[in-house]
């Protein structure tokens, strides 16, 4: 791929910067050097590789979800500052 001009000024008003004609022209060259470092990835042969969704083995360690027996209501209203017949009553945070 060519790196032109034009997508160089594309470039620059995605990433909301101003270039002058002198900055194009030096980001031509930078931008070629990005791309002759990226083909050295064409030549990898990843044919043997299987897909990964994560590079980690992570599996799930945590315990299977049962249902249990409900904790008592009233036990756990019995801490809090403020109350009403079933539920915690907490200040007001959204005006």
């Known amino acids: 791929m060519e790196i032109t001009t034009d997508i160089i000024r594309h470039t620059a008003k995605l990433s ?3 270039l002058s004609a002198e900055e194009e022209k030096g980001m031509e060259k930078h931008f070629a050097a990005m791309l002759e470092q990226v083909k ?3 030549t990898f ?3 043997e590789v299987d897909a990964t969704a994560h590079i ?4 799930n360690v945590l315990r299977e979800d049962k249902a249990g027996e409900p904790f008592d209501r009233e036990k756990l209203l019995s801490c809090a500052p403020e109350r009403d017949e ?4 907490v200040p007001r945070v959204v005006e």
């Open 16 to 18: 909301r910067i101003e």
């Open 56 to 59: 980690l083995s992570a599996v």
């Open 40 to 42: 050295t990835l064409d």
């Open 86 to 89: 079933e539920s915690y009553i």
């Open 45 to 47: 042969d990843a044919s």
